[in-house]
């Protein structure tokens, strides 16, 4: 039963964004596995799942053998490691990082592909990032916050 539940839970978590172990443990409940919320959190720790970062800014579950999850890890990881501060200037975000790491922060943020990024611009320890209006700009500055934090 145990392979099975486990089984489920890595196609649930390819198949939808789930952010919760409630979440999990409703969605492994509605597809016919039954599993208390120690039960949820062994078979997490089993199958070494990680939780990154989502489009939303929250936090989902993904598997770690997945290059698709291990490159959003790798990304949210510089970020979370390098940038100091975020803050808007009209339709620029202005990011403050450590001395040095401007470029890989730069690049992560690129890796991620914000729809609304027109362009990034990496010197030592800042970077500029220009967006088409202030809104853009404001709600990707939000999401990085989440992401850092």
């Known amino acids: ?29 509605r597809s016919g596995f039954s599993a208390t919320q120690a039960t949820i959190s062994r078979d997490i720790k089993e199958l070494k799942l990680l939780k990154i970062p989502a489009s939303n800014g929250q936090y989902k579950y993904a598997t770690a053998n997945h290059e698709e999850d291990k490159t959003d890890v790798k990304f ?32 992560a943020i690129d890796a991620v592909n914000f729809p609304e990024i027109i362009g990034t611009i990496a010197g030592d320890d800042t970077i500029f990032i220009a967006f088409a209006s202030d809104e853009n700009a404001e709600a990707v500055a939000q999401k990085l916050g989440k992401m850092i934090k």
């Open 1 to 29: 039963m145990k392979y099975k539940r486990q089984s489920k839970i890595l196609e649930l978590i390819s198949a939808f964004d789930i952010y919760t172990q409630d979440e999990l443990a409703d969605r492994l409940g």
């Open 76 to 107: 949210f990881n510089i970020l979370n490691e390098t940038v100091t501060a975020i803050n808007t200037a009209k339709n620029l975000v202005v990011v403050k990082t450590y001395s040095g790491m401007a470029n890989a922060a730069g690049a």
